[in-house]
């Protein structure tokens, strides 16, 4: 069964400008147009835009889905190849969290400083903010 663009967003869940930016992006192929100009997709394009917005939702770039959606599309490949992609995804994420601690603890640091009473002329956390001294 074919799918107008409209309900291809409704089935996979997602808005009408989701559909035209995957599009865009190539993670989806240009359908086929009627002669009114709507497209028209196979029922087979809403499990393909829900995995890539699942894909998405834990973190996986367009970049990465492109490539998953290859290694996906060419069943003979071996298992090792998502493996691999998917676990750069688990190391870019610990040193995002890594990163994210440390600026956690920084300004754990600068609020410490601060009475939240005064002047803000004499913030000590603008204060360390704008000098040379490192946050950590």
Do not use: W
């Amino acid at each position: 069964m074919a799918l107008k663009i409209g309900q291809l967003a409704r089935r996979a869940a997602v808005s009408l400008q989701t559909i035209r930016y995957y599009e865009r992006e190539g993670l989806l192929p240009e359908p086929p147009r009627l002669s009114s100009g709507y497209r028209l997709y196979p029922d087979s394009m809403v499990r393909r835009v829900r995995f890539i917005k699942r894909a998405q939702e834990i973190g996986f770039s367009l970049a990465e889905i492109r490539e998953l959606l290859s290694l996906q599309a060419d069943g003979r490949r071996e298992r090792t190849a998502v493996r691999s992609l998917t676990q750069a995804k688990i190391n870019d994420i610990d040193g995002k969290i890594r990163t994210l601690k440390a600026m956690r603890t920084a300004l754990s640091r600068l609020t410490d400083r601060c009475s939240g009473c005064g002047p803000v002329s004499d913030c000590p956390i603008l204060e360390s903010i704008d000098s040379e001294e490192v946050l950590r």
